[in-house]
């Protein structure tokens, strides 16, 4: 089962030591489609960067393989890293979010793609985006058209970097 965006939120994450209660879990991937690393937003906590993989259990929980100490704060991240990166984020969390340096926020925020974009004489909004089961990878861009017509874009589809370019 594919793991979605909208439901990597309020999820608990099992990890090898440790268990944590989340508020948002986001993946940041790069031109390949291929998941470099979780942003995972920790209730009562800082946030926090991890890799993958990340899956579902039976019991809709989050696990990964990762233990408490693999979690890095997300200072360790160079603001440039983003430039590289995308993320969908439709609540635009990052505005506001704690535990932040704004030099890390202003590099977060260009990479988000929830907004529209045209391709073959239609504009699309952003949905959703779709992990592969293991979560190392993103399977499709989820969006929808004036239309309100669904439409699943993969790798084949989009070229994240002319799709939404950086300024």
């Known amino acids: 089962m594919d793991l979605t965006q909208r439901h990597l939120v309020n999820r608990r994450l099992r990890l090898a030591d440790a268990e944590l209660v989340t508020k948002y879990v986001f ?36 696990a990964s393989p990762l233990k408490i100490s693999d979690l890095r704060g997300v200072e360790s991240t160079e603001p ?30 260009p990479s988000n ?11 699309w909004k952003v949905y959703d985006v779709e992990a592969e089961a293991d979560a190392e990878r993103i399977h499709a861009i989820v969006a929808k058209d004036e239309s309100f017509r669904r439409r699943d874009f993969t790798a084949a589809d989009l070229n994240l970097s002319v799709t939404w370019p950086r300024k």
């Not at 993320?87 to 340096?101: E, N, Q, S």
């Not at 793609?113 to 504009?123: S, V």
Request: aromatic share 16%; hydrophobic share 40%.
């Open 27 to 62: 993946p940041f991937w790069d031109g390949g489609w291929r998941i470099a690393f979780y942003l995972v937003d920790r209730l009562g906590r800082p946030p926090v960067i991890m890799g993958p993989p990340i899956r579902e259990t039976r019991d809709r929980d989050l």
């Open 80 to 109: 440039g890293r983003f430039v590289e990166l995308y993320h969908y984020d439709p609540w635009w969390v990052f505005r506001g979010m704690g535990g932040i340096p704004d030099p890390l926020r202003r590099a977060i925020l």
């Open 113 to 123: 793609i929830a907004r529209t974009f045209l391709l073959d004489g239609h504009e």
